[in-house]
Nanobody
Framework: QVQFVESGGGLVQPGESLRLSCAAS????????MSWYRQAPGKERELVAV????????NYADSVKGRFIISRDNEKNAVYLQMNSLKIEDTGVYYC?????????WGQGTQVTVSP
């Protein structure tokens, strides 16, 4: 079955960086686009970044453009989110996601807290 193990979240100050990792299993990772989403307290889950299966195309939410970088390693079945110049409003639970055979599969989430 599709499974994800996310890691890399934590508590940081504004302006600092974090790198999130998502290790995938249970599907042909290299054939699928991968996404990162986040959900802030009291808000709906929102798309942060998407990377296609070959890593040639990447798209970002306007709020993170120029600060976040999505990448993947198809040999390691992993997707990453490098988050730089973090802001308080980046606080939330971050999830990786794949759309596989008509269904969305989500990781368990990793908490990112940006606080002075």
């Amino acid at each position: 079955q599709v499974q994800f193990v996310e890691s890399g979240g934590g508590l940081v100050q504004p302006g600092e960086s974090l790198r999130l990792s998502c290790a995938a299993s249970g599907f042909l990772f290299r054939a699928y686009d991968m996404s990162w989403y986040r959900q802030a307290p009291g808000k709906e889950r929102e798309l942060v970044a998407v990377i296609d299966s070959t890593a040639r195309r990447k798209n970002y939410a306007d709020s993170v453009k120029g600060r976040f970088i999505i990448s993947r390693d198809n040999e390691k079945n992993a997707v990453y989110l490098q988050m730089n110049s973090l802001k308080i409003e980046d606080t939330g639970v971050y999830y990786c996601k794949v759309h596989h055979r008509g269904s969305d599969y989500w990781g368990q989430g990793t908490q990112v807290t940006v606080s002075p």
